[in-house]
């Protein structure tokens, strides 16, 4: 039937000459048996016919498989952390602008082990590329400056039926370094916190034994010895208050004063405050003030603390100047600076830094002799940070130092 109907043309007009044939009065049978005869050679000659079969489409047809790696990139670039995409040799094929800021900038295509040297980094990168699974450990860069990260290493999710063979790795970098700092400040703080009340402790108990035992019926080493247990606990009380206004600073470090004040009557009233200390230790105090007011957003009390701290510092340990300075200036178009100058023996250079740290001294004797805390730079810090002032320190050996506040 399929033949018949792909010869269909042919059989129509050899059953029209047919007709024609008899109708011109040609003999019937021999126009039948031609007829047949015509019918079975078209048959018999004619090509079979396939079944239709729907094909599916060949080589052009079909989408090649395309890298994924620029969509992987493109979200990559927008993190503020170092990111790497590795391929499954553990080569570079990618890294962020925060990547090729903090490790320099690598070749495409070069091993990680081109850059990152770390043993850590390399076994860990190993072991994801064998196991498909994430990993993370600690690592360490000295050079150019110490940094802490915590390197983190997983395969990237390309999701199901997506057209290719690539394998990404995601190595990424978190820094941790100003936790690291603020976890050992924390624990320095509580050792130094613990061993300057250990050692007035200490005193008071060995004196009070003393009194009760060898000294019970001496009125005179009894005298002598209340008076030193009564500078103990004067020293204990100076500390206590110091831990309690820092820890009351940091509570309200981020609430930034809106009260104005005029710094010329309050530097006037911290001078008078000083007085009786500078006779002791044979200063002078020259306040250098402008004419009207420099008036700044500020905390009265607060900074009353920071120039009490640093002209008592200047006297403490410049005395050997005679003279402190306090200079005021408010110049037009300029911020409103005050600067305390001494005439001291200054502090040697590698020491400035470090001023403002918490019971940091510069010399832990001369800084006790003196009824130091090692708080008060401290102090001063936490306040003007809330000031959203600047401390600046200025120091040379032999000449003396210069302390600024900056508003």
Same mark, same amino acid.
């Given at each position: 039937?399929?033949?018949?109907?792909?010869?269909?043309?042919?059989?129509?007009?050899?059953?029209?000459?047919?007709?024609?044939?008899?109708?011109?009065?040609?003999?019937? /049978?021999?126009?039948?048996?031609? /007829?047949?005869?015509?019918?079975?050679?078209?048959? /018999?000659?004619? $090509?079979?016919?396939?079944?239709?079969?729907?094909?599916?489409?060949?080589?052009?047809?079909?989408?090649?498989?395309?890298?994924?790696?620029?969509?992987?990139?493109?979200?990559?670039?927008?993190?503020?952390?170092? *990111?790497?995409?590795?391929?499954?040799?553990?080569?570079?094929?990618? !890294?962020?602008?925060?990547?090729?800021?903090?490790?320099?900038?690598? =070749?495409?295509?070069?091993?990680?082990?081109? @850059?990152?040297?770390?043993?850590?980094?390399?076994?860990?990168? @190993?072991?994801?590329?064998?196991?498909?699974?994430?990993? %993370?450990?600690?690592?360490?860069?000295? &050079?150019?400056?110490?940094?802490?990260?915590?390197? @983190?290493?997983?395969?990237?999710? +390309?999701?199901?039926?997506?057209?290719?063979?690539?394998?990404?790795?995601?190595?990424?970098?978190?820094?941790?370094?100003?936790?690291? @700092?603020?976890?050992?400040?924390?624990?320095?703080? #509580?050792?130094?916190?613990?061993?300057?009340?250990? $050692?007035?402790?200490?005193? +008071?108990?060995?004196?009070?034994?003393?009194? !009760?035992?060898?000294?019970?019926?001496?009125?005179?080493?009894?005298?002598?010895?209340?008076?030193?247990?009564?500078?103990?606990? =004067?020293?204990?009380?100076?500390?206590?208050?110091?831990?309690?206004?820092?820890?009351?600073?940091?509570?309200k470090s981020h609430i930034a004063p809106d009260e104005k004040v005029d710094l010329v009557p309050l530097l006037g009233h911290v001078k008078d405050s000083l007085m009786p200390l500078a006779n002791d230790v044979g200063v002078e105090i020259a306040l250098h003030l402008p004419d009207g007011k420099a008036e700044v957003l500020g905390d009265r009390d607060e900074l009353v603390q920071v120039f009490e701290n640093l002209m008592e510092n200047a006297c403490k340990y410049g005395q050997e100047g005679k003279t402190v300075d306090v200079f005021?200036?408010?110049? !037009?178009? %300029?911020?409103?600076? *005050?600067?305390?100058?001494?005439?001291?023996?200054?502090?040697?250079?590698?020491? #400035?830094?470090?001023? $403002?740290?918490?019971?940091?001294?510069?010399?832990?004797?001369?800084?006790?002799?003196?009824?130091? =805390?090692? +708080?008060?730079?401290?102090?001063?810090?936490?306040?003007?940070?809330?000031?959203?002032?600047? &401390?600046?320190?200025?120091?040379?050996?032999? =000449?003396?130092?210069?302390?600024?506040?900056?508003?």
């Amino acid at each position: 039937m399929a033949r018949i109907r792909q010869e269909r043309p042919v059989l129509l007009m050899s059953l029209l000459i047919a007709l024609i044939a008899l109708a011109a009065g040609v003999n019937g /049978w021999a126009v039948l048996g031609l /007829w047949v005869a015509l019918i079975i050679t078209a048959l /018999w000659h004619a $090509t079979p016919v396939a079944n239709e079969v729907p094909l599916e489409p060949v080589g052009e047809d079909v989408e090649a498989a395309r890298s994924l790696l620029p969509e992987v990139s493109a979200t990559l670039a927008a993190l503020d952390i170092p *990111v790497m995409v590795l391929s499954g040799d553990a080569s570079v094929l990618y !890294q962020n602008r925060a990547a090729e800021k903090a490790f320099g900038e690598m =070749t495409i295509g070069a091993h990680i082990s081109a @850059r990152l040297r770390s043993p850590g980094i390399l076994d860990m990168m @190993r072991e994801t590329i064998a196991t498909n699974a994430p990993n %993370q450990i600690e690592h360490s860069e000295r &050079l150019p400056s110490e940094r802490v990260y915590i390197v @983190r290493s997983a395969p990237v999710d +390309l999701g199901d039926g997506q057209p290719t063979s690539e394998r990404f790795f995601v190595l990424s970098f978190r820094d941790i370094s100003e936790v690291r @700092r603020i976890d050992r400040m924390r624990s320095d703080f #509580v050792a130094n916190a613990s061993h300057e009340l250990r $050692t007035p402790l200490a005193s +008071l108990r060995g004196f009070i034994e003393t009194i !009760q035992g060898p000294a019970k019926n001496d009125p005179r080493a009894q005298e002598r010895f209340l008076g030193i247990m009564l500078d103990q606990a =004067t020293r204990m009380s100076r500390l206590v208050d110091d831990l309690l206004s820092l820890s009351r600073l940091e509570l309200k470090s981020h609430i930034a004063p809106d009260e104005k004040v005029d710094l010329v009557p309050l530097l006037g009233h911290v001078k008078d405050s000083l007085m009786p200390l500078a006779n002791d230790v044979g200063v002078e105090i020259a306040l250098h003030l402008p004419d009207g007011k420099a008036e700044v957003l500020g905390d009265r009390d607060e900074l009353v603390q920071v120039f009490e701290n640093l002209m008592e510092n200047a006297c403490k340990y410049g005395q050997e100047g005679k003279t402190v300075d306090v200079f005021l200036r408010n110049n !037009q178009g %300029q911020p409103v600076e *005050v600067t305390i100058v001494d005439q001291g023996p200054g502090i040697p250079a590698e020491h #400035v830094p470090r001023l $403002t740290e918490r019971f940091y001294r510069v010399s832990i004797e001369d800084s006790r002799s003196k009824k130091g =805390t090692g +708080l008060g730079l401290a102090i001063v810090k936490h306040i003007l940070t809330r000031h959203r002032a600047r &401390l600046i320190v200025k120091s040379e050996v032999g =000449t003396g130092t210069r302390f600024t506040v900056r508003f």
